[in-house]
Structure formats: C-alpha cells, structure tokens
C-alpha cells in the first residue's frame, strides 16, 4: 500500500522543504479549481492533502515514522481503515474534506443577475414602435488577466496559511470545526501581484451595446426581455436576463387612458348648440371627421372607434376619445355681439334655476 512518501512522491529521508515542494506542485496540479468536474482529480488531491497532512509536520512526521498514527489512516504500511477513530474523525473531514466542502456552494452553478435598463421614448415613436439602442454596463472577465485576477506572467499561488485548502480546522473536542481561511478567504490561493486593471478581482466593467425591438403600443413600464444578456453565471452558470423598460414621453394633444387616446376638440357655441361635422386630428398624424351632436356640452365625450393606441396583446386598436372643449371668444364683433343678445333675449331657459329648486 502506498505511503504518504510514494502519494508524494519523494524518499522517506527527504527534507521538509522537499516534502513541501513536492506538496505545492501536486496540489496545484490536482487542485479541484483547476479541474471542476474531475473527480480523479478530487481524489488525487485529497489524498495529496492527507500525506502532506501527515509528514508535512515535523512532530506528525516523527509520529508516523515511529509507528504511530499522525494521521488517521495512515500507518508505516499504509492507509489502515481500521485506524480512523471518532476522535480523529473531526479532523478527517476538516482536513481531507473541509476544503472541498466548503467550496461545494461556489462550484454549484448560479444563474446571473437580471438587469433593468431604461429607455426613453417620445409619445410617436411609442405608439408606433421602433427599433433602437440601449448601453448597459456590465461585469466581464477582465482582458488583461483573462479573469485569474494576477499580473500577466505571474499566477496565485497556493495560500500558505491554509495550504490550499481554504480553510482552517479549529479542534473542539471530539470534532473539528472548519472555517474559511481568513489570509485567502476560502480561496485557496492568494494573488500576490494583482492584476493593474481589476485589482485582483478578474472581472472588469464594460459597456455594451444592445439592439432591441420596441412594440408598437409601448407605454411607460413596458418590459422588453432580452434573453441571456444580464449578468454573466457564476461556476458556468447561465447569464441573466436584461429588461429593457419604456418611459415615454407625454404628449401635447393626446392623453392615454390604457389603449384609448383622449383629444381636445374646440367647438363653437353655434356648433355645440346646432350640431355639426368637425375634423380630428389623429395620432399617426392623420384627420378624421367627426360628428357633434347638436346639444353638446362641454366635456363631452364622443368615441371614434379603432383610432387610439395599438394592443400590447393580440391585434387591434384603442379608441380615440373626442372630449368638446367649448370655444369662447375673447372678443366679440358687432354683429356677433348683436347675434347674441338677440338670441339671449329669445331664450327662456334659466340654466341656473336647478340651483335654487
């Protein structure tokens, strides 16, 4: 059976430096970050992990070549099963496992984050939809270190306080408590020169340009959905989505209610009082015609049916809503003046009179 000599590779009377060597070397190279998914891999390093557990100490390393057990499982023969106890098994797992465990969460892939970016859009462009541009900033793997956060020419190197396991196991009693290595921060590897445009961090900011669809009927809080283009996945995971959302520009002559569009249209008191036909304008900046009843009051709405705004869902349109706007003139000619006070010496009705019933 091997023993943590042959698993590492150099000869029983090998120095501590050359034990600690040898250790880096097949740690980086069997380091379950450098080979996501590879489970020999995982193998070799934990078993890496417990020889240099074992003769990487000196007072273990006496222990072990004694006869003794400096470390569970191992003995001068090889790995026993028989010698693992329940006072050692605390520190098995903080020592072969606690590493791994405790990077299982970050090695689980993640779905990015969403992002929101705000369009502005004028009331016209709105009701008929065009298409446009939006900028986002978003977090990319940095160009000049490729995301490994070093200096170009230079690499992390295995922490030396943790030894790469990126966490350190506190002895309580009969089990081991791990906690995150607080040189590395549960890295397992430091960054001695980081790189001089992220910092360290491997990812940088980047402004992005995107094309999106506006549907014609977009109004202020419309979401357009761009799949996959939000914030990049963590472990492989998929990218989030980005959500384009309107805010449109209000109008100097139509105001929406929904899909209906509502327009203010002037009439004169002869054509309120007699009725008459009279031109709309339209929001694709059109005319229609329109009818007013004789009679109509101020306020008034009448409704022109397929005029307003475009449907968000399925086809069709709004209406467009008419609302009589009573016209007064400000000033009068003579024989308008005379018109009226002709007229208002003709009318009998008291339009007051409900007031005082």
């Given at each position: 059976m091997?023993?943590?000599?042959?698993?590492?590779?150099?000869?029983?009377?090998a120095?501590?430096d050359e034990?600690?060597?040898a250790?880096?070397?097949?740690a980086?190279e069997?380091?379950?970050?450098?080979?996501?998914?590879?489970?020999?891999?995982?193998?070799?390093f934990?078993?890496?992990?417990?020889?240099?557990?074992?003769?990487?100490d000196d007072?273990?390393?006496?222990?072990?070549?004694s006869g003794?057990?400096?470390?569970?499982?191992?003995?001068?023969?090889?790995?026993?099963p028989?010698?693992v106890?329940?006072?050692?098994?605390?520190?098995l797992?903080g020592?072969?496992?606690g590493?791994?465990?405790?990077?299982?969460?970050?090695?689980r892939?993640?779905?990015?984050?969403d992002?929101?970016v705000p369009v502005?859009?004028?009331f016209?462009?709105?009701?008929?939809?065009?298409?446009?541009?939006v900028?986002?900033e978003v977090?990319?793997?940095?160009r000049?270190?490729?995301g490994?956060?070093?200096?170009?020419g230079?690499?992390?190197t295995?922490?030396?306080?943790?030894?790469?396991?990126?966490?350190?196991a506190?002895?309580q009693?009969?089990?081991a408590?791990?906690?995150?290595?607080?040189?590395?921060r549960?890295?397992?590897?430091v960054?001695?020169?980081p790189c001089?445009?992220?910092r360290?961090?491997?990812?940088?900011?980047?402004?992005?340009?995107y094309?999106v669809?506006?549907p014609a009927?977009?109004?202020?809080?419309?979401?357009?959905?761009?799949?996959?283009k939000g914030?990049?996945?963590?472990?492989g995971?998929?990218h989030?989505?980005?959500?384009?959302v309107?805010?449109?520009?209000?109008?100097?002559?139509?105001?929406?209610?929904g899909n209906?569009?509502?327009?203010?249209?002037?009439?004169?008191?002869?054509?309120?009082?007699?009725?008459?036909?009279v031109?709309?304008?339209?929001?694709?900046?059109?005319?229609?015609?329109l009818?007013v009843?004789?009679?109509?009051?101020?306020?008034?709405l009448?409704?022109?049916?397929?005029?307003?705004?475009?449907?968000?869902?399925?086809?069709?349109?709004?209406?467009?809503?008419?609302?009589?706007?009573?016209?007064?003139p400000a000033k009068?000619?003579?024989?308008?003046?005379?018109a009226l006070?002709?007229?208002q010496?003709?009318s009998?009705?008291?339009?007051?009179?409900?007031?005082?019933?």
């Amino acid at each position: 059976m091997k023993t943590p000599y042959d698993i590492l590779g150099v000869s029983k009377s090998a120095s501590q430096d050359e034990i600690k060597k040898a250790y880096r070397k097949l740690a980086r190279e069997f380091h379950p970050d450098r080979n996501p998914g590879d489970a020999t891999a995982e193998e070799r390093f934990k078993e890496v992990q417990g020889a240099y557990d074992t003769v990487g100490d000196d007072e273990k390393r006496k222990a072990y070549d004694s006869g003794g057990n400096g470390f569970p499982g191992f003995g001068p023969g090889g790995f026993n099963p028989g010698d693992v106890n329940l006072g050692d098994f605390g520190d098995l797992l903080g020592g072969l496992f606690g590493r791994r465990a405790a990077q299982q969460p970050r090695q689980r892939p993640q779905r990015g984050a969403d992002f929101e970016v705000p369009v502005r859009l004028s009331f016209e462009d709105a009701l008929r939809g065009i298409e446009t541009k939006v900028a986002v900033e978003v977090d990319a793997s940095c160009r000049t270190c490729h995301g490994s956060g070093a200096e170009p020419g230079t690499a992390p190197t295995l922490c030396p306080v943790c030894n790469g396991r990126g966490v350190l196991a506190e002895s309580q009693g009969l089990f081991a408590i791990s906690q995150p290595c607080p040189r590395c921060r549960g890295n397992g590897t430091v960054i001695e020169q980081p790189c001089r445009t992220c910092r360290g961090s491997g990812m940088e900011r980047r402004t992005r340009r995107y094309s999106v669809k506006i549907p014609a009927g977009a109004k202020t809080g419309t979401k357009i959905r761009l799949k996959g283009k939000g914030a990049p996945g963590e472990a492989g995971g998929p990218h989030g989505d980005l959500y384009v959302v309107t805010e449109v520009e209000p109008s100097k002559r139509f105001h929406r209610w929904g899909n209906d569009l509502v327009v203010d249209v002037p009439v004169t008191y002869p054509e309120a009082a007699l009725g008459a036909t009279v031109e709309v304008p339209t929001p694709e900046g059109g005319r229609v015609s329109l009818k007013v009843p004789a009679g109509a009051h101020d306020g008034k709405l009448l409704r022109l049916r397929g005029q307003g705004a475009p449907m968000l869902t399925g086809s069709g349109k709004g209406d467009l809503l008419a609302r009589v706007k009573l016209a007064v003139p400000a000033k009068l000619s003579k024989k308008e003046r005379e018109a009226l006070e002709a007229m208002q010496k003709a009318s009998h009705d008291d339009p007051r009179e409900e007031l005082f019933d």
